[in-house]
Structure formats: C-alpha cells, structure tokens
T-cell receptor, first 112, second 116 residues
Framework: GQNIDQPTEMTATEGAIVQINCTYQ??????LFWYQQHAGEAPTFLSY????GLEEKGRFSSFLSRSKGYSYLLLKELQMKDSASYLC?????????????FGRGTSLIVHP | DSGVTQTPKHLITATGQRVTLRCSPR?????VYWYQQSLDQGLQFLIQ???????AKGNILERFSAQQFPDLHSELNLSSLELGDSALYFC???????????????FGEGSWLTVV
C-alpha cells in the first residue's frame, strides 16, 4: 500500500514563496500528482512527476526525488486566490490499476 | 471546466434511503473513477470502470455499487444510507488507466450528499 504525508496547514503572505512538502512510502512507484482544490470544488490538476528533478510551470514548480520518497510543490508570487488545499497523490506501479492514492492535503492560507 | 459532468450537485436524503449519482466523463475518456471526500477522511478511492467493465475496487462499501454504461456514462448507487455517508462524491475520468506519463485524472464538480 501507500502512505502519504503532507503538512495539514500552512500560511504565507501574498507575494511570497511557499514550499509544500509531500513524503510517501509505496510498494511501487509510477508517478506523483499535485492537485489544487478550493473548498467545495473539484481538484484541478497542477503537475505530474515521473522522473527525478524539478518541473516548472509558470508560478508553480514541482520537484521529485524517488530515492527519498519526497516531493514538493513550490508556489511563487503568491496570490490570494492560491488559498486552497493542495493534494499530493502517488500512482503505484503494482496491481495493474495504477490508481493514485491521495494524501490528506495541505490547506494553504495566503494573507495580505 | 474539466469536461466531467456530475448530477445532481446537491442532494439531501433521509437515512435508509437510496440515491443514484450520475457522471458523464470527458469526451474520449474510457475510464471513470469514483471518489468519496469527507472532512475526516480526505479523498478516498471507491471504484474504477474502464470501457464498461470494473477495473479496480477501493474502499467501497457493500451498500454501494456502480456501473458504466455503453455510452460510457457511469452511475454510483448508494443504498441503506447512513449519516456517515454524508460526503462529497467525485467522479473523475481519464483516457487510459495504464501507467503512461501524463495520464491525468480529471475531476467533476462533485455531488454533495447530505444524509439526515
């Protein structure tokens, strides 16, 4: 099975940079997703990492280290609208179904 | 807009009742997933269908069942409802359920179920 750990809540200031960490333990690994979810709304896709390293996409970047079972989502130039929950999800390599398992999410509060 | 459509958006029903949630996947997506999200449990995988057949099962109760029809829409049936079943139920879809990179899962807006 998978075990995914993220901080429950983080706060940051508008315009700043924040890093949301995700550690995981899995019997097999086939990729890691980051999703953003505003309260009561659908999770929306942010990034998908399969290989080690940093992938940048506008203000958001995602990093993966498979050997350490570690990923982070980096949000730059924070805006108020970035206040949301950020979900880390790991796709296993075993079982044939490749169903991502989601962490509990990190609630990010951006204040002025 | 992800292209995944769910109905109804909100539903209030009594304990012991049965409800059906409906999902239309994105155009071209063959795989449908159902997730349950409650405050204390996070996003929990229930079941997956691919091209009409059950592909994977997660933490789905025996009181719950689902199916995917030939037109690829899916329904999640929840019966003998209990207060603890109150949650946000998401449907999601993807093109290929395999291990290909970039095989993103897209979520619908969810169906809010309140059991009273």
């Amino acid at each position: 099975g998978q075990n995914i750990d993220q901080p429950t809540e983080m706060t940051a200031t508008e315009g700043a940079i924040v890093q949301i960490n995700c550690t995981y333990q899995t019997s097999g690994f086939n990729g890691l997703f980051w999703y953003q979810q505003h309260a009561g709304e659908a999770p929306t896709f942010l990034s998908y990492n399969v290989l080690d390293g940093l992938e940048e996409k506008g203000r958001f970047s995602s990093f993966l280290s498979r050997s350490k079972g570690y990923s982070y989502l980096l949000l730059k130039e924070l805006q108020m609208k970035d206040s949301a929950s950020y979900l880390c999800a790991v796709r296993p390599a075993s079982g044939g179904s490749y169903i991502p398992t989601f962490g509990r999410g990190t609630s990010l509060i951006v204040h002025p | 807009d992800s292209g995944v459509t769910q109905t109804p958006k909100h539903l209030i029903t009594a304990t012991g009742q049965r409800v059906t949630l409906r999902c239309s996947p994105r155009s071209g997506d063959l795989s449908v997933y159902w997730y349950q999200q409650s405050l204390d449990q996070g996003l929990q995988f229930l079941i997956q269908y691919y091209n009409g057949e059950e592909r994977a099962k997660g933490n789905i109760l025996e009181r719950f069942s689902a199916q995917q029809f030939p037109d690829l829409h899916s329904e999640l049936n929840l019966s003998s409802l209990e207060l603890g079943d109150s949650a946000l139920y998401f449907c999601a879809s993807s093109n290929n359920p395999g291990p290909l990179s970039g095989n993103t899962i897209y979520f619908g807006e969810g169906s809010w179920l309140t059991v009273v």
